[in-house]
């Protein structure tokens, strides 16, 4: 498969010209409505590969799709069809924006900026590049199921030594082995990886990726700063969303394990994992760290997530790609079937969806021993870049916030106390001390959960910052990530660099393209975000700058979790040099990228034991982020377009009305994703395209006494059936009280049926022991209690 236009010397003056009409024909249709003309040397510089980066086409894609979505009326970018249907001319009705992106885009990148100018790229070149990236879709809708599967990634193979590997075969990446090119030019972590059985791919070439004949790789000019686990690796932003979705969502159901039959549909199968799990234990394990100030390393296999991975670990991975659908489940598949010990609850779905959101609570949850009063974890949707941040710390400190977790995987990232205007504030990222082999084991357990987790179509309320996603899908990682979870180190870094190139070029500055230092038509390098930098600086002062800086500067890094690590032998006693700045600035990027190697290896090696590998080389690290903790903003209307009411109600109703004005008006995107937690138990919405399993029913309250007095009624949910009971407030005022006190103080399930007394013998012992915390005895009873047996 080659994209390009390709064509015979010309005969006559009528053949010697081609016809755009990808961009100006319905598809469906088949005809065109006057197509543009471009002669042969015209159209072949318009879709000059080396013209056009990356991001460019990503923007394109991005543009086409937002089109086609405001075009069909619809909210779901993903609406089929739409996006063949967009013309040249809503293409030109609102170009200057799209060209200002582009063209900002092309200044940025010092290889691009000096062929398309300060202008950017015209009308005609925009409309013969979409024209190409339609033309490639096209094509793509037809062959993508063969290009994804591992049927057509075999078949290549140089040899026949494709027996070794399986479907879900993943890649042994070795991360710790980052290679660096110490120059100016090229500031990027290159990622270099093993193969057990060398699948090098299809001999697949696109126009934008150019072709070295003496390279028997599929292109040339792809090294290994990706991880390549794909033949559409390289061009998966260049995708239309709506093919990706569609066969990301086929191959994760032809490559379920089907279980087992049985007599009755209402039997469960019996390959199906019955888990059983305690929440109360997990509960009191932290209560013991809070009063008797226990590790929560002492107290790891008590939580929920250890108690899940204890349950599992019997179970293949086979086993763990189940995806069934009981009869009661309302649409609800599932991986297995979940018993809270203890507690009146019946798992129709909501159990299930529940005990994936506690668990992404408990991995991210302080450390109950850290202080006297701990420190919440900020909700996600209090952390986005629109959003105004919640001060921490403040004059008497930073004691607000966590410097760990409770369990001993996730670490709150330097970011947490990042001043200005940060885009991702409050992440975890892995903890780099944690390497022993439980660990090990626990943060490949983590990847499985997460690829369960996808299987079952639930999202995660999992803040990770975007390199690590960026290392799962395989992508890139430059010197710009290390503002994902240490901000400070990235300024380090970045004005360390500039500082160098500005004493070190002189007046010519010299070009610097690594996202952040950029040289423009005048010579002249300009710092990313320094409003101090100006042309014109005192050379003399910026020295002076820079001897301070490296007078205190060794060959060391701090890793996130506090750890000095050296980056050469006896790196700590020796000083950094100038004429060796940016051999340091590459070992230490090198550092603070590759911290958590181990255990991202392990969660990727989890994850592709779930979710086929070739799944991955179809989404960017954003579309992966996005199915997997789903969108960060909640609409409303759609919500609203995926609701039913009872019988005796209409959506026209008062009650109702103020129900919706409430949500979409009164509520913030935290309130929103509790009251989804409240009746779905998951925090939010299936992604955009993704298909509701099911609809929101608003039923009418039940009882007597509630439709009589329905101001001295709480709402009541049903997780398992995604449906409420609403009773008829009198007022939008009553109704946001009415809801807000419900969806954060009634979370818990326990009213499918009473439990017996055996079941719930033992619990009143954390209250005694928080009576008698300090005593011998009651260490005693806690350790004996919390017996790891």
């Not at 015209?122 to 033309?135: D, I, P």
């Not at 090098?200 to 028997?216: C, E, R, Y």
């Not at 419900?742 to 954390?766: K, L, P, Q, S």
Request: one cysteine or more; charged letters at 25%.
């Amino acid at each position: 498969l080659r994209c390009t236009y390709d064509a015979e010397p010309a005969q006559t003056s009528e053949e010697s010209s081609v016809s755009v009409v990808a961009m100006l024909t319905d598809r469906d249709a088949g005809a065109s409505t006057g197509a543009l003309q471009f002669d042969i040397a015209t159209i072949a510089d318009l879709v000059d590969p080396t013209k056009w980066s990356d991001d460019m086409d990503h923007l394109l894609i991005s543009y086409l799709m937002t089109l086609a979505e405001s075009g069909s009326g619809k909210r779901s970018a993903a609406s089929s069809g739409t996006v063949w249907k967009v013309t040249a001319e809503q293409v030109c009705d609102n170009f200057r924006p799209l060209q200002q992106q582009l063209t900002r885009l092309a200044m940025d990148n010092h290889s691009l900026s000096h062929k398309w100018g300060i202008s950017g790229p015209k009308r005609k070149a925009v409309l013969a590049r979409l024209g190409l990236l339609r033309m490639f879709n096209q094509l793509l809708e037809m062959y993508l199921p063969f290009l994804i599967s591992d049927s057509a990634n075999c078949s290549f193979l140089p040899d026949s030594k494709a027996a070794d590997a399986d479907d879900f075969m993943p890649l042994q990446v070795s991360l710790p082995s980052v290679k660096h090119t110490a120059t100016a030019q090229d500031a990027v972590v290159q990622h270099s990886f093993v193969r057990r059985s060398v699948i090098t791919g299809p001999v697949i070439s696109f126009t934008w990726d150019p072709i070295d004949s003496s390279s028997s790789r599929p292109s040339a000019n792809y090294n290994s700063q990706e991880l390549y686990i794909g033949p559409l690796h390289a061009v998966r932003r260049r995708v239309f969303q709506h093919l990706k979705l569609a066969h990301f969502l086929e191959m994760l159901r032809t490559s379920a394990t089907r279980p087992a039959k049985t007599e009755d549909d209402y039997d469960y199968p019996d390959d199906l994992a019955h888990v059983k799990v305690n929440r109360i234990k997990a509960f009191r394990a932290r209560e013991a760290a809070e009063l008797l100030h226990i590790p929560g390393e002492d107290l790891l296999l008590q939580s929920m997530f250890c108690q899940l991975w204890r349950e599992l670990r019997e179970f293949s991975s086979d086993k763990l790609r189940i995806s069934y659908t009981h009869p009661m489940d309302d649409g609800q598949s599932r991986t297995f079937k979940v018993k809270f010990d203890g507690e009146g609850v019946d798992d129709y779905g909501g159990p299930y969806r529940e005990i994936f959101q506690q668990v992404c609570e408990e991995l991210q949850i302080s450390d109950p021993g850290e202080s006297a009063n701990g420190s919440k974890r900020p909700s996600s949707w209090e952390a986005q870049p629109d959003r105004q941040q919640p001060q921490v710390g403040g004059e008497n400190g930073n004691s607000s916030v966590p410097t760990r977790c409770f369990l001993p995987l996730l670490l709150p990232t330097a970011n947490w106390t990042a001043s200005g205007d940060c885009k991702e504030r409050y992440k975890y990222t892995f903890h780099p001390a944690s390497t022993s082999p439980l660990h090990m084991e626990l943060f490949r357990f983590m990847g499985q959960f997460v690829g369960i987790a996808v299987r079952s179509r639930i999202t995660l309320d999992l803040s990770l910052p975007s390199f690590l996603w960026k290392c799962v899908a395989g992508e890139r990682l430059t010197e710009a990530d290390l503002s994902s979870f240490d901000e400070a180190a990235f300024q380090f870094v970045s004005r360390l660099r500039f500082l160098h190139f500005q004493v070190g070029a002189g007046a010519d500055g010299g070009n610097v393209d690594n996202g952040n230092i950029s040289s423009g038509g005048s010579g002249h390098v300009h710092f990313a975000g320094d409003d101090d930098a100006q042309e014109g600086n005192n050379k003399q002062l910026l020295q002076e700058e820079l001897d301070e800086l490296l007078g205190d500067l060794t060959w060391t890094a701090k890793r996130s979790d506090g750890q000095i690590v050296e980056l050469i032998e006896n790196g700590s006693k020796l000083p950094v040099q100038r004429a060796d700045l940016l051999q340091y600035l590459s070992l230490y990027t090198h550092c603070r990228l590759t911290e958590s190697s181990a255990a991202v290896e392990m969660f990727r090696c989890g994850l592709t034991s779930i979710v086929p590998e070739c799944c991955l080389s179809l989404l960017s690290w954003q579309e992966l982020q996005d199915f997997v903790c789903g969108q960060r903003v909640i609409d409303v209307q759609r919500l609203r377009e995926n609701t039913e009411y009872d019988d005796d109600l209409s959506a026209e109703d008062e009650h109702i009305q103020f129900f919706w004005q409430v949500l979409a008006e009164d509520f913030s995107e935290a309130e929103k994703s509790a009251f989804l937690r409240f009746v779905w138990a998951r925090p939010t919405l299936p992604p955009v395209g993704v298909e509701f399993s099911q609809k929101l029913r608003v039923l009418s309250a039940v009882g007597d006494d509630a439709t009589l007095k329905p101001d001295q009624y709480l709402p009541k949910a049903h997780t398992c059936f995604f449906s409420i009971n609403l009773p008829k407030y009198s007022s939008r005022q009553l109704m946001a009280e009415k809801l807000r006190y419900a969806i954060f103080n009634c979370t818990e399930m326990d009213a499918d049926f009473r439990t017996t007394e055996a079941e719930v013998a033992g619990w009143g012992g954390a209250a005694g022991a928080a009576g008698g915390a300090g005593s011998l005895a009651a260490q005693a009873d806690w350790q004996a209690d919390l017996d790891l047996n």
